[in-house]
């Protein structure tokens, strides 16, 4: 069954979680210790490229400080891939009944997503209490999360999507908020060009937002 203390523990332990595509596996070693001295400790890896489970595997092996995650999990083989592969944690971007089940039986913490209250009165009445609101700015962001504390008093949310930090203050100061994930940390330019100081500066901008 889902374990809320364990994700909660997860998620509180940064403010921002970087959401990593990463096409060559060869760079998830450096990016990962980037983002780990920027202070961001807790990453996320999409499956999404053919080099994602290799870059899992890779960081979960060289980068012990480093807790890595699978993200775009949506089918059950993706979480099996990616606990295998040596993810710390699972994280989907919508959770329709058959990945909910998966999910129950899993041990790790996982993030199911959402995008609607029915989505998470359903969620949490499977005993999850931390989700995953995707996509954040696309479905009423920090408005939505606000409307939906007094009702919804026992979830708690990671809204990805559309979040940078230009806006990640006003996610972050919400009650029901525990942390945010955005690519904003590791921009497209600077992983092509190896830049590794320039994410790690970014990275310690975003551990600076709590507080």
């Known amino acids: 069954m889902p374990d809320a203390t364990e994700s909660l523990s997860l998620l509180s332990r940064v403010p921002v979680i970087p959401v990593l595509t990463i096409d060559d596996f060869e760079i998830a070693v450096p990016l990962?210790?980037?983002?780990?001295?920027?202070?961001?400790?807790?990453?996320?890896?999409?499956?999404?490229?053919?080099?994602?489970?290799?870059?899992?595997?890779?960081?979960?092996?060289?980068?012990?400080?480093?807790?890595?995650?699978?993200?775009?999990?949506?089918?059950?083989?993706?979480?099996?891939?990616?606990?295998?592969?040596?993810?710390?944690?699972?994280?989907?971007?919508?959770?329709d009944s058959v990945l909910a089940e998966t999910f129950t039986e899993i041990e790790i913490p996982v993030l199911p997503g959402c995008a609607t209250v029915s989505e998470a009165m359903v969620l949490s009445d499977l005993g999850f209490e931390v989700l995953k609101f995707f996509p954040a700015e696309a479905s009423g962001g920090a408005a939505w999360l606000k409307a939906v504390a007094a009702p919804l008093p026992h979830i708690r949310f990671c809204p990805t999507g559309g979040i940078d930090m230009r806006n990640a203050r006003d996610y972050l100061t919400l009650p029901n908020v525990i942390a945010v994930g955005g690519s904003w940390v590791v921009p497209k330019d600077a992983l092509a060009a190896n830049d590794f100081a320039r994410i790690r500066t970014l990275a310690r901008e975003a551990s600076g937002l709590r507080g």
């Open 32 to 95: 990962a210790r980037a983002l780990c001295d920027g202070g961001l400790p807790v990453i996320e890896v999409t499956l999404r490229t053919r080099a994602a489970l290799a870059a899992i595997a890779a960081i979960a092996v060289e980068v012990p400080d480093c807790i890595v995650g699978a993200g775009t999990v949506v089918r059950h083989v993706d979480a099996a891939f990616a606990i295998d592969a040596g993810a710390k944690f699972l994280v989907s971007p919508g959770t």
